[in-house]
Each structure stands twice: as structure tokens, then as C-alpha cells.
């Protein structure tokens, strides 16, 4: 695809995203929501990986399906003159559809299949900006319940168990993308703000791991011990930053699940805050499973000729994160 293509569907991608989140119409909303559906396909088809047809296929369909019943809730809630705050049919399958559009379980099952047929920038843009219309969507409209809590936990139990098993990379990384978004869903039931800060940890360190993965062509486990990471820094920041997105104290990707912990108590929340935090350790383990084996020893089967070299700006990045352990807590109080 020609590079004036690419930029006029990613801005294309962004704005039907705002579209959706500043509309106060239910039209326009689901509007924004197609629009950001038929920009991401074609980027999706840009990437070189043999699998990038079934991905863009199961993509569509998965997300046309959602849609159809967005859009059958969104009219049978104005025929009946409720709305989504309301414990109704209608504002069930509302709240079912956007979890189907964000990939959470039990609708999770197309989302690791997609991601394992993209590059890595496109997988970057499905686990991050994707998600942000949905969430927006959810903290405008609905009112927790019990299906939501329902969910919760049902994605943080089933993210745990089958990431320990995978060796592909991008399923790791899609079955942490369902463990943080039942964390972001429980921040959705207390503050917009809290939701702000752990979406923006996550994504920040999502782009410093796929930074490191795409230039080093890792797609296994088993291709970590190459020698790509040339340096030690390199290696050390990689893991850091892999540790943080576990949420491994005192990395700032602790920070959000902290201040999540401390909400839900003030909540009276404790049952599903002893329920995540067990599960979420299981899901530590297979960020400690890929962060050391990028220091084990060499396979010279597996070196990579492509030499990577940690660029300035990353350990910067990783700086500015820490201080804000120190920033954040008074904002949040």
C-alpha cells in the first residue's frame, strides 16, 4: 500500500475514534464505530504475514457481528424509551456487543488469532487504540452490575490460564491485553480518571515492548535467546519493561493496579480484588518466562544478523515512567 494510503486511513482511524466518543447521538456513534472498522482493514492487509487474510477475515466478521447487534440494541432501547443504565435485554446485548468488539471473554476467542496474523505495529494500534471507543462507550452508558462483574473476572481467569501455554509472542501479549482490560474494567466502575492513568501506562509500555520485538523479529519464545539484543542495556530495558506490564513492584506498571487495589477496598470491593490480584500473579509468570529467556544461552541456529541498538530515548522514556510514582498519587487522591 502506498504510503499517502496509509496515512489517510490511520487519520481516518483516529478521527471516527473521537467521532465516536464526542457524539451525543446513538446514530452517529455507531457511525464512527463502522467508519473505524472499515480504516483499520486495510492497514490490517498491509503487513507481509501469511496468515494476514484469515486475520482480516475473522476481524471483519467478528466486529460486523458486534455491530449488528449494537445496532439492534441501540434501536430497541429507543423504541422502548430506556436506556443502558437500565437492567434490560436490550442494554445486555449492548454491553455484550462492546465486549465482543474489545475481546473480552467469553467472546475472547478471535482476539489472539487475529493478532498472530499482524505485524507488529498493527497489533500495537489493536491492543491500545481500539479499545478506547468501547471503554468510553462503557463508562458513559453503563451502570456496573453483575455481568460485569461476571466478566471480570471470567477474563481474568481465562487470560491467566491460557497465556501460560502459548509460545507465540503476539498470543502472550493478546491474552495480557484481556488480563488489563478486566483491570480497566473494574477502573471503569470507579473513576474515568483511574481508567486514564492505567490506559496510559499500558499503552506507553506496550509501545516500548513492541518497539524491541519488531526490531529484533521475534515472534517465539524460543527466538528470544538470539543475539539480536546486542547490548546489555538493551536486554535489561526489554525486561523492565515487561516486568512493569505485569504489574511487578516497584515498576510503574504497579502504579495503576495499586491505585485499582486501594479504590476497590474503599468500594467494599474485596472479593473480586482478592479474585484478580491471584490471578494476575499466574499471568506474572509468563511475562518472567519471556523477559528471561531473552538471557539465556546463545542458539547460534538463532542468531539474527540484524543487530539492535538500544536508541537514546527509550531509557528515557522508562526514567520519566518512574518519576511518576512520585507525580501520580496526589492527582489521584
Not at 134 to 156: D, E, G, K, R
Not at 181 to 200: D, E, G, K
Not at 253 to 280: Q, R
Request: some cysteine; aromatic content about 14%; proline content about 5%.
Amino acid at each position: 500500500m502506498h504510503k499517502n494510503f496509509k496515512i489517510l486511513f490511520l487519520n481516518t482511524l483516529f478521527i471516527s475514534s473521537l467521532l465516536t466518543i464526542s457524539s451525543t447521538s446513538w446514530f452517529i456513534m455507531w457511525i464512527g464505530l463502522e467508519i473505524n472498522l472499515l480504516s483499520i482493514v486495510p492497514l490490517m492487509m498491509t503487513n507481509q504475514n501469511l496468515y494476514r487474510s484469515e486475520s482480516c477475515m475473522k476481524y471483519f466478521i467478528v466486529q460486523a457481528i458486534a455491530s449488528a447487534f449494537l445496532l439492534y440494541s441501540m434501536a430497541s432501547m429507543q423504541m422502548a424509551d430506556t436506556t443502558p443504565h437500565e437492567i434490560t435485554m436490550p442494554s445486555m446485548i449492548f454491553f455484550s456487543a462492546l465486549m465482543m468488539k474489545m475481546g473480552m471473554a467469553p467472546f475472547h476467542y478471535w482476539f489472539p488469532e487475529v493478532l498472530e496474523g499482524l505485524n507488529w505495529k498493527n497489533c500495537l494500534i489493536m491492543m491500545t487504540w481500539q479499545k478506547i471507543a468501547p471503554s468510553c462507550l462503557i463508562m458513559y452508558f453503563i451502570t456496573p452490575n453483575q455481568t460485569m462483574a461476571a466478566i471480570i473476572a471470567m477474563s481474568t481467569i481465562i487470560s491467566s490460564f491460557m497465556g501460560m501455554k502459548q509460545t507465540s509472542i503476539r498470543k502472550i501479549l493478546a491474552y495480557s491485553s484481556i488480563n488489563h482490560m478486566a483491570w480497566m474494567l473494574v477502573t471503569m466502575m470507579i473513576s474515568p480518571v483511574l481508567w486514564f492513568i492505567y490506559f496510559s501506562i499500558y499503552a506507553i509500555t506496550n509501545f516500548a515492548i513492541i518497539y524491541f520485538l519488531e526490531k529484533t523479529w521475534s515472534n517465539e519464545i524460543n527466538q528470544m535467546n538470539s543475539a539480536s539484543l546486542s547490548q546489555d542495556l538493551s536486554k535489561i530495558m526489554f525486561a523492565v519493561n515487561l516486568f512493569s506490564l505485569g504489574g511487578l513492584p516497584p515498576l510503574v506498571g504497579f502504579l495503576p493496579k495499586w491505585l485499582t487495589i486501594m479504590d476497590m477496598t474503599l468500594y467494599d470491593l474485596m472479593v473480586m480484588a482478592l479474585l484478580i490480584i491471584l490471578f494476575t500473579l499466574i499471568t506474572l509468570m509468563f511475562y518472567l518466562r519471556l523477559g528471561f529467556s531473552s538471557y539465556m544461552k546463545k542458539n547460534d541456529k538463532l542468531i539474527n544478523s540484524n543487530k539492535f541498538y538500544l536508541p537514546n530515548w527509550i531509557p528515557t522514556i522508562n526514567v520519566i515512567l518512574m518519576l511518576s510514582l512520585i507525580i501520580l498519587p496526589p492527582i489521584t487522591s
